[in-house]
């Protein structure tokens, strides 16, 4: 049985030079990946590769809850395309370049133990933190 997929877009408006570096690099990724502000990414490791992994922890600021967030890249290419697997599931982020920036459309296979939307919401919230962070830096 195939998984159900969600998909989640925005469009950032900076260059795609810029998008790609602060989607990937460690020091970056530890200001936005959180679905909301009482959450934190205290660290985060990146081997942007084919065959690279990833691993960021992302916890409750106050310590009430927490998870390591990390996979396997199955295809990377430059300021277009990054693919990888977790858990059990795979992903898909694209960057495209579009007048006002850069859209990036993230694609997702669902998991089992949490609802479609609040899967959609959580996914949804971090890349609009995401795009919050990459426009005011």
């Known amino acids: 049985m195939e998984n159900k997929t969600i998909t989640v877009q925005t469009i950032v408006h900076a260059s795609i030079e810029k998008v790609w570096a602060y989607w990937n690099?460690?020091?970056h990724i530890t200001h936005w990946a959180f679905a909301s502000d009482?959450?934190?990414a205290p660290?985060?490791?990146n081997d942007l590769r084919t065959g690279?992994?990833?691993?960021t922890r992302m916890?409750?600021?106050?310590?009430?809850a927490?998870?390591?967030f990390g996979g396997t890249y199955t295809d990377v290419k430059e300021n277009e395309?990054?693919?990888?697997?977790?858990?059990g599931r795979h992903a898909r982020v694209e960057f495209v370049k579009v007048p006002e920036g850069v859209k990036i459309i993230e694609?997702?296979?669902m998991e089992h133990e949490n609802p479609e939307e609040m899967q959609r919401g959580g996914w949804q919230s971090i890349l609009d933190n995401f795009r919050k962070y990459a426009e005011n830096q």
């Not at 916890?59 to 009430?64: F, N, T, V, W």
């Not at 395309?81 to 858990?87: A, M, N, S």
């Open 25 to 27: 690099e460690p020091e």
């Open 38 to 40: 009482d959450w934190e």
């Open 43 to 45: 660290r985060a490791e």
């Open 52 to 55: 690279g992994t990833f691993s």
């Open 59 to 64: 916890q409750a600021k106050d310590g009430s």
């Open 66 to 68: 927490g998870f390591d």
């Open 81 to 87: 395309l990054i693919e990888y697997e977790f858990g």
């Open 107 to 109: 694609t997702f296979e």
